[in-house]
């Protein structure tokens, strides 16, 4: 069947060149329509349930909102995991799916159940609603507003009504989150003596106001033939119309006015977030989130273009200033890739011009590197795949061109041998090797199989590449039975009389050193051992991270106070840790943000913050190479800068996945599970003690859950009672006091704002003063709030957080200078030292619980898969000696990676493990070139000896062909140093150090063990025709990668 493909093909050579002009029409479709990042989206599919209740502590929030919304939760089908936190006013539940479950499908499930989530909650407590649908890669863009002259609340009203409400009408921008500023309202001041005066309350002024600002309809009337609409339009225009509404009416008919009881003017909300810049003050702070699977660089680019409309209508002054573009790193890396792809590329077809000696024939086998790539643009596009480092950054054009090399080389070599033409040749190894370049590439796609059975995170950064290099090996398979054959039929012309000159030479050196091996397996066994020993007990005592750290560009600098602290403390504090980093000569900005926005996606106190150092490009770098280097520099400056804080290095994206995946931001966590609050904080001080003693240990961190003062007011029923008071009276007054009621909105043109009602402008800076607060009562009295209730000022918990319905608190930690695995693994062996009360238990989170995942996967698949290659080789070759003897090859190219990985002091990750699997593909592959050929020698009658000296010699060629293409095109990604080069460096490293020791096992010691134990018996050799009558082997001709072809026993028949 493949042979009269190839025939087909080469006869009808104009339809081939019609398909291949259409398959690079919409080769270059799909790659413009591909979704483009820098990095694989590795979020699990998860919904955040976000409430917010201003003026409940983080004890209340759990109890009164976060549980009973988790409980409500609970049972949904697909759920894996769900953890919450809880701080002052705000809980935020996140709830994990199963992998593969469709995310709309999981917001659909989670809606269904928010109404019952509502009920079970009480109407102060806020409204359960879901996060907006974005992932970790979801914050892309990043812009600070200003407006010189301006307050900060006109500069905030500017982003939220004519800025970013336009922004959020963008196609793929799900949300528009701001930082900093001042948010608009309008506000009744009530002044306590007018309302005394009047023998009214403040819940008078607020049934006023909620019963005037509404609107109504009536209905219609019919004039003639016209119908008109009656309508009643009460929603506030103006603070005039709100301080003219009337609260009640005096004997007489005078009116008290809202006015008469109350000032009535322009406010801001209850602040909870701030931001700044480069240490020079405040400013407004935005961030634009995509929607989730939406493609970056596209968004990005619409959200540029729509900033320059909307700055056109702007008032004058107001500065649109960008300082985070995720299109720019998406640029930087694709560049990388870009570059090591065609780097990659070239150095391939030199390769193989310099093994092949003929420049058509190089010609025709690298066109099908782009084809082969343009196919596989296709296939990724129509099946959801995105292109970014990983799923275009791993693949090696050597393996990719396999099946071409083999057709133009054993074409070349007919051509030579039987002086026939290009076309004739290009039918003839069709024929002939049809069917084994099929096997070869089968084989190869088997060992790619371990990839997409992985899980988690490991399985969402991996499996894009996996499907990439599977999408390219099929489209080249097909090319190389097609357009390789009609191609090379239409350029190839020269008949080459000798091997070329490099062949020659390795020829001399390779020929005599096989015979002085071939008989001395007493030497090569040891040998082969040792290099397996050596390389492999290395690897064992390497150490292990996840995956490397991708090089961002920037820095985050996490900061967490004392729960205590106030946001302008928190604010100045921040403002000169911006002043001391703009000290180092490569930072450019310093932007901070403190506390939650709007949306708290992030829930964060306003104890902590996040500040973004910007760098200069890297060209201009001193101070360090890489963030570990800077975190190293920058932690003395930060530390004297903030003195008594906790500080984390991390980068923008690294920070939000840590987050989103585990709910840890460093790179190791150490979750302490128990009930009460004051025990975790004991113990978590105790296992921070003890990883603070660990080398390695930087950035150490306890979960602020204790610290945060609060003044609470405990109405008293009895007291209340004796003077007449009610309990809503009193909450009512004390919700007043700062945060406000809000009783309605105002609108000015399309821009809305709340109404709220406030207490007066007082000072309030201690108990005393509050207690001292008159409360207008109905009865017409008044009374101090100390006489209505127990006021007492407390610490308690800041933050509760909760993971499987259990509570819990996070100790985190960075790791630098060292490896993971062994970091951790120490930690525990202290940890275990740790006297746990009945009850409580730890769980390690982070990079760690993914590496340890994906090792677990991995040692059950990778097994496995290398078991079915076997059984693939047993039932091809018809006996299980030789296909024994090509197992050697997998722990000699092992050896290799590991002893590669080593010189570069490169720990092992599970980009190193991919390497591994790509490497044993092409060392499985060479191990069955050589062994089919002795094989093929056998079967035309030659002495096994003869058989295996000459099948060795004619196969040095295409083994070192297939390992230089494959370790070579691999040579720009392991010496690249651009943006995400670090990512592909093991993968690369492990690839070319293995495939050294696989290839002198190949070709010195394989014909050493086959000699002496690879030989079947005929009864024992599944697919061995009986050998035809001895007869002189023919003048050998030119060497070939595959000539002569596969054997004829690749398979029971023959």
């Known amino acids: 069947m493949i042979g009269k493909l190839v025939e087909a093909s080469v006869q009808g ?145 500017v982003l939220d009504w004519d800025i970013a409400y336009r922004l959020r009408s963008v196609p793929g921008v799900v949300e528009v989150n701001a930082w900093g500023g001042e948010t608009r309202q309008a506000e009744i001041r009530i002044k306590t003596d007018a309302l005394l005066s009047y023998g009214l309350t403040h819940m008078d002024v607020e049934r006023a106001i909620q019963a005037a600002g509404q609107n109504a309809g009536a209905g219609a009337i019919e004039r003639g ?34 006015k008469d009881v109350a ?92 093994m092949l000696g003929d420049f058509t024939a190089g010609i025709v086998v690298a066109s099908a590197i782009p084809l082969a790539m343009l196919g596989a643009f296709a296939l990724m596009a129509n099946t959801g795949q995105t292109g970014n480092l990983m799923s275009l950054g791993a693949i090696d054009f050597g393996l990719v061109v396999d099946g071409a090399v083999v057709m133009v080389e054993g074409a070349l070599a007919a051509m030579t041998a039987n002086r026939i033409s290009a076309r004739r040749g290009m039918v003839q190894i069709g024929n002939e090797a049809g069917r084994p370049i099929a096997m070869g590439v089968f084989i190869i796609a088997i060992v790619y199989a371990p990839i997409l059975l992985l899980e988690g995170v490991e399985g969402r950064m991996f499996r894009p590449m996996a499907w990439t290099v599977l999408f390219a090996l099929g489209t080249a398979l097909i090319l190389t039975f097609t357009w390789v054959p009609a191609f090379g039929s239409l350029l190839i012309r020269k008949i080459h009389e000798h091997d070329p000159w490099i062949i020659r030479q390795i020829r001399k050196v390779y020929d005599p050193l096989l015979m002085r091996v071939l008989h001395r397996p007493v030497v090569v066994v040891p040998a082969v051992l040792l290099i397996a020993g ?203 006091m700062r945060a406000g009621r809000e009783v309605g909105s105002f609108l000015e043109g399309q821009k809305r704002f709340n109404v709220v ?59 630098r200078n060292r490896d993971l695995s062994s970091f951790v693994q120490e930690v525990q062996s202290k940890i275990d030292q740790v006297k746990m009360p009945t009850g409580y238990y730890t769980e390690f989170g982070g990079q760690y619980e993914n590496l340890a995942r994906a090792t677990q996967r991995l040692m059950i698949v990778v097994p496995t898969t290398l078991a079915v290659i076997l059984v693939l080789l047993y039932l091809a070759f018809g006996a299980m000696r030789p ?81 230089a293409v494959a370790a070579l095109g691999f040579l720009p990604m392991a010496i690249a140093t651009g943006t995400g080069a670090e990512v592909q460096r093991p993968l690369a490293t492990v690839v070319m150090g293995g495939l050294v020791t696989a290839t002198l096992v190949t070709l010195l010691a394989l014909p050493t063990l086959y000699l002496r134990w690879g030989a079947d018996k005929p009864d024992h050799d599944l697919s061995m025709r009986p050998p035809p009558p001895h007869q002189p082997p023919p003048p050998p001709a030119p060497t070939s990668l595959r000539q002569p072809p596969l054997p004829a026993d690749l398979g029971p028949t023959s």
């Open 883 to 963: 296909a024994a003897l090509i197992f050697i090859n997998i722990p000699a190219a092992a050896s290799g990676g590991f002893l590669a990985l080593y010189f570069r002091d490169l720990p092992f990750s599970i980009s190193a493990a991919v390497g591994f699997i790509a490497l044993f593909g092409v060392a499985t592959l060479n191990g069955v070139v050589l062994i089919a050929s002795i094989r093929n020698h056998e079967k035309a009658g030659e002495p096994t000896e003869q058989a295996v000296s000459e099948a060795s010699k004619t196969r040095v060629r295409p083994v070192l062909t297939t390992a």
């Open 757 to 815: 009602v406030r207490l007066a402008k007082t000072p309030l800076t201690d108990p005393e003063v509050v207690r001292r607060l008159l409360v207008p009562l109905s009865n017409g009295t008044s009374a101090p709030l100390g006489d209505l209730a127990d006021i007492e000022q407390m610490e308690g918990p800041a933050q509760v957080s909760r993971e499987q319905a259990r509570r819990r608190i996070l100790v985190e930690a960075n790791v």
């Open 534 to 736: 050596v390389g492999i007990g290395v690897g064992s005592q390497m150490g292990a991270e996840f995956v490397p750290r991708l090089e961002e560009g920037d820095l985050v600098v996490q900061v967490t106070r004392p729960p205590s602290v106030s946001l302008t403390e928190s604010t100045h504090g921040t403002m000169a840790l911006e002043s001391a980093l703009l000290k180092f000569p490569e930072v450019e900005h310093v932007i901070a943000r403190v506390g939650s926005p709007d949306v708290a996606t992030d829930v964060m106190g306003v104890e902590m913050a996040d500040v973004f150092v910007l760098l200069k490009p890297r060209a201009e770098w001193k101070t360090a190479r890489d963030a570990n280097g800077f975190a190293d520099a920058m932690t003395e400056t930060a530390n004297k800068a903030l003195p008594g804080s906790a500080l984390a290095f991390t980068q923008p994206i690294e920070m939000r996945m840590n987050e989103l995946i585990g709910g840890v931001k460093s790179d190791m966590g150490v979750k302490i599970y128990g009930d009460d609050i004051p025990t975790l904080n004991r113990l978590a001080a105790e296992v921070s003690r003890l990883i603070s003693n660990v080398q390695g240990a930087a950035d150490i961190r306890v979960e602020p859950t204790k610290g945060l003062l609060l003044l609470t007011v405990r109405p008293d029923p009895k007291r209340m009672a004796r003077l007449g008071a009610r309990t809503d009276e009193v909450v009512a007054f004390v919700e007043m």
């Open 225 to 258: 033939d016209e119908q008109i609409f009656i309508r009643v339009e009460g929603v506030f225009r103006s603070l005039d119309q709100i301080a003219n509404q009337v609260v009640t009416t005096r004997p007489g008919g005078v009116p008290i006015l809202v």
């Open 263 to 354: 000032d009535v003017e322009n406010g801001s909300a209850l602040r909870l977030a701030s931001a700044s810049a480069d240490g020079k003050g405040e400013v407004v702070y935005a961030m634009v989130q995509m929607i989730a699977a939406g493609n970056a660089h596209e968004i990005v680019a619409r959200v540029k273009d729509r900033l320059t409309d909307i700055k056109k209508a702007l008032p004058q002054g107001v500065e649109i200033v960008p300082f985070y573009d995720r299109a720019q790193l998406v640029d930087e890396v694709l560049h990388t890739v870009k570059k090591n792809l065609i780097e990659g590329g070239i150095v391939v077809a030199v390769v193989l011009f310099i």
């Open 13 to 157: 050579r104009l339809l081939v060149i019609l398909a291949m002009l259409a398959l690079v029409a919409l080769g270059v479709r799909s790659y413009i329509a591909l979704p483009i990042d820098a990095t694989p989206d590795i979020t699990n599919v998860q919904v955040q349930v976000l409430t917010t209740a201003p003026g409940l502590s983080p004890v209340e929030m759990e109890m009164m909102v976060t549980y009973p919304v988790e409980l409500v939760l609970t049972g949904m089908p697909g759920v894996q995991r769900m953890r919450s936190i809880s701080r002052a006013g705000i809980s935020a539940i996140t709830i994990i799916f199963d992998d593969g479950f469709d995310l709309q499908l999981a917001r659909s499930i989670v809606s269904q159940r928010l109404p019952m989530a509502r009920e079970r909650i009480p109407a102060s407590a806020g409204s359960p609603q879901m996060g907006p649908l974005t992932t970790g890669l979801g914050e892309v863009y990043h812009f600070m507003v200003n407006w010189p002259g301006h307050t900060p609340r006109d500069v905030r009203t």
